[in-house]
Structure formats: structure tokens, C-alpha cells
């Protein structure tokens, strides 16, 4: 471990865990709220050609259009042709019959996917603010994005992916206040496993009952029936003849249809299409939407898709007979009593209370909430990990000419300058720990070992992306020259700069079993030039499975351990201690 450093001495057990808990909580408030700007509608631009356009004059010309199709429709129904089509094609599905009323398991699951889509929807909002920008390419090169959520990125001076970084008020982001990317994640991710789990249920009783022919369409001739009641309620009428109690109409049936079989199944793979470990490990993975801001792009569409749903819908329900509506929902009868009202009030008062006390333990037990995710998201994800699975290597015409850089520091000791001013040739770095035979290593003596290439994609944690060669020194070289002992499992990367406010250095972890893939680098660098001081001079990790905040920059150290739990906090790296980002961070 480096000098100078002290909470490593006092190695933190479980026991101290209340009181380290408070520390990082404190830590973390340094960051005021008045640090960053706060999401604001009136900074959503969205670019259409070279030109970004406010999203509320979008919003205007949406709403002008509306305007315009609800006349049009109106023509058109009161036209001979509109009766004509009406009459021809009624609104009304044509399905073998089913009971009335709503079974019990589509009760349950229904409530339950609305109070987790809550939490699903807040803590993805989150994390969007961590990167407030939406791109189409890979690349992620500033003024290509297509819809921003803050100004431009400027230009007249270095700007990292951190400083762009924004936060949401509690209202609308899960937890809210600050940008705390690793904290949304946690519920985000617990979340996204119970919404599939309860999405199987569902599924698992819909297939196996007579309900299914109410939901998924066997005859085409639902469209024609679907664009008839597309028209009257354009035309602002409700469709006659038909009553949710019984049968679904035919426009209704099919967006619910699509809303669980369409997006929902799009919210789940576009999310997974973000992760290095499954998209650096499979390239048709990584193809399957385009790249990973195509799937981020999408994924944030799906959720503006869950969200005007839920807005439709509740205004539907609340037309077309608000009472017996909730009675059905929620008791599985068509009465007009208001007990469908009272249990819908109850379950709107949970889920607002519910999202009120996450936010309270957010902050007052993130401990508690990144061991969780640990358990559920994290030891689930070493699953996933297979160190010689290969990893997706790109072409040279594919390399990013723009590389977001990201850290919150960049190191500025007296050691590490005067290193810089003396082009580092008396750096050495320093590799110990548990291994037979530490060394210290100049640059010269490193260039000189073996030397791999490799152009791969760099996912960073808060959203961004970008393709780069690297160049360095296979880990596992270094692995054979060192001679790790039996108990060694876990390398430690400590680097020169600091990595926050606090006087810790940055640092990571690394399993070994990680380090000996043959993309595993020591880079020293980039694009084919000497490794720029911005992205880690003089030496910095590739290990591409993994996101971009386990790339430690600047190393100065290497530390051969056990666990990477005898280290500082004991979470795996300077992120997972003061970020509580979790363990494989649930990539
Ligand atoms: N020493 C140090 N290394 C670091 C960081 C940091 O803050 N300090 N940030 C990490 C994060 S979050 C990312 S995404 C990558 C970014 O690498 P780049 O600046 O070369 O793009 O560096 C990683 N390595
Ligand atoms: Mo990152």
C-alpha cells in the first residue's frame, strides 16, 4: 500500500461498520447540492440536423400536430367514407370468449410491476443525469448528441465525464440531491430483477390460462379493429359496445400487447446491451442493436414509452368509468362501489412512502444497500465472467476521435511532478504483495518485456463510450515474472493521483483470474502514441470485461493480496468504498 496511508493500518472489520458508514455518508455530502446544475426541462435540447432545438418548441409542433390529426379525424368520421369504415370494421377484437373480470394473478402482478416500475423509472433517471447526453454513435464525440439535458460541452478547457455529471431532485430521481450514480444503480438493478421475476410469473399463468386469447392477437384482422378505434378516439369519442369487464377493445389489446411483449422484452435487452461483459465477450451481442448508445438510446425511449403508457391509461381508466375500472383492476369485479378507489389510494400512498423511505436509507445505510446488491446483482455477475472468453476487438477505421476523459483528479504530488519534469526515467513502478519475486520495474525495463496491441471499447460506468487502441504489457507477463503464491487471488492498483476530495490515492482490484486474459494491459499507449498524461502516463489498466472506473490511471503501485477486502473499506476499489459502486458492478 502506498506511504502516507493510514486507514489501511486500522483495517476496518465489520463491527466498525456503523461508524465508517457515517464517514463516507459525511464524505459524500461534501458534494453539495449546489455543486452541480439540477435537470431542468428548459435545458432538454434535442438536435435535429447541425442545429438543437428547446424540447419544449418540439413539444409545441407535437401539440399543433395533434391538433391537426384530432380535426382531420373528426372529418373523417363524420365523412361517408369514416361511417362507411366504422361500420365495416366495429372496434371489437375478434377472440373466442373468456371469463369477465380479472383474474388473480394478473392483479397481483399488475400492482407490483407499477410500484417497481416506479423505483425502475426514478433510479434510471438517476443515472441518465450522470451522463446527460444521448448519442446514436459509439463514439460519443461532444455536439453529436441527439437529445442533451444540459448546454454544450465546453470547449475552452478540459471537461470530464464527471464535471458533466448533473443531478435530479429527489422527486423525480431515485435517490436524488446529488449525483450518485453507484447508489441508483444498487436500486435500479435489485429492481430490474424483481420486474423479471414478476414478468415470469405473469407470463407463467398467462400461458397456462384462457386469458391469453384476450391478450396476444391471433387474427389479423385486429388491425383493420384496432385503426377503427384508432380513428374514434382520435376523433375524441369512446368506441361503443365494447367494456374492458369483458373483452378488451382491439386497439386496447394491442398496445397492452405490445407494452408487456414489445417493451418491456426492450427494456431488458437494451439494458443488458449496455454491459462490457456481455458485449465485449459477444460480439453479436454487441450488434444486436446497432452499439451500446444505440441500445442506451432506445432504452431511454422505452421508458418515455412506460411513462406516456401509464399517462394514456390512467386517463382512459378514468373515462371510461373510473370506479368499476378500479374495481376490476383490484378486486376482480365490475362494481361501482368505491372500494377499487380506496385500495388504488393505498397502494399510491406505499409506493410514495416507500419511495420516500429509499431515499432516507439511501443515504443513511448505503453500506447496507451496496451489500445487498452485492449479494443479489454482484456474486450473480461472476456468473457471467469467464476469463478466456474472448473480448471484442475493433478495426482501426473504428477508432473514437474524441475519448471522453474521466476522473475527479488529476495527480498533482511533488513525487508524481517530479517524475513528469524528468520524462519519467526515474519511475519505477513497485509490484509486491504476495508474490515470490517483487519487483521494481523503470519503463525502459516494462517497453522491453513482451508488448500486445489491442483496439477495443472502453464502457464508462456513467454512460459514455469510446474505441481505442492500447498498447502495453500483458498482464499475465508480468504475472509469470513475478511468481504470485497460493493465496494470492486479487491484485490491488494504486495510482498517483487522488481520487476525491479526501487524501486517499485512487486504486482498484482486479480478481487474477481477470489479469491473465491476454487483453489484460499494462498500457503505456494509446492510439499508437505515448500514453497521454490526461488518460494515465505512464501506465494504465486495460482489462476489458470490466468498466471504466476498474482502468486505475497513473499506477504508481502494484499489490498482490488475498482479498481485496484487507484494503481500505474493503469494497474492492476507491469507487466501491466512497461511491459504494458495487462489486462486478453489476455489469
Ligand atoms: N487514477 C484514476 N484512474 C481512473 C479514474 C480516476 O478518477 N483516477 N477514473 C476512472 C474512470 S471512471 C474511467 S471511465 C476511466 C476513464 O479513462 P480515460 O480518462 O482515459 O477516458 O479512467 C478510470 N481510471
Ligand atoms: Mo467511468
Redesign the pocket.
Known sequence: MPDGDHSGENKPTADDDESLQREFVQEKLVESKTDRPRMRIREVHIRLGHRFFSVWLILGVILGLGVVVVVAAKLYVNSGAGQGFLAQFPCIPLAPPVPAGMPAFVRWTHLLSFFLLVVIVRSGLQILADHPRLYMKVHCTPGTEWLRFRGPVPSDRIW???EDAITVSPLVGLPGGRHTIGVARHWHFIFDILFVVNGIVYAVFLFSTPWLHRLVPTDLSIVPAAASCAVTYLSLHLPGGVSGFFRYDALQQLTYFAVIFILAPLAILTGLAMSPALDNRFRWFARLFGNRQIARSIHFLVMVGFVLFFIGHMALIALTGFTANLNDITLGNNNTNLDGVVIWLVVIALVIAFNIWAIRFSWRHTRVLQRIANVFVGRPMDLVFDNFAPRVEYKRDDISIY???????L?DSPEWRALRDDDFRSYRLKVYGLVENPVELSLAQITDLAKKSQITL?????G?S?I?EWSGLPFRDLIDLVRPMREAEWVMFY???K??KGGD????SHSIKDLLHPQSLLAYE?NGERL?I???RPL??RVENQ?????????SEIEFVHHFSERYAGQGG??EDHEFFGYRDEI
Open positions: 470530464t465525464a464527471k475519448f471522453w476523459p474521466n476522473h475527479s483528479r495527480p472502453h464502457h464508462c460506468i456513467q459514455w469510446g481505442a495510482s498517483f493521483a481520487g476525491g490515492p485512487y486504486y482498484d494509446m497521454p490526461l488518460h494515465g494504465r489498466l468498466l471504466g472506473f476498474k482502468q486505475v490511471k497513473w499506477i476507491y469507487s
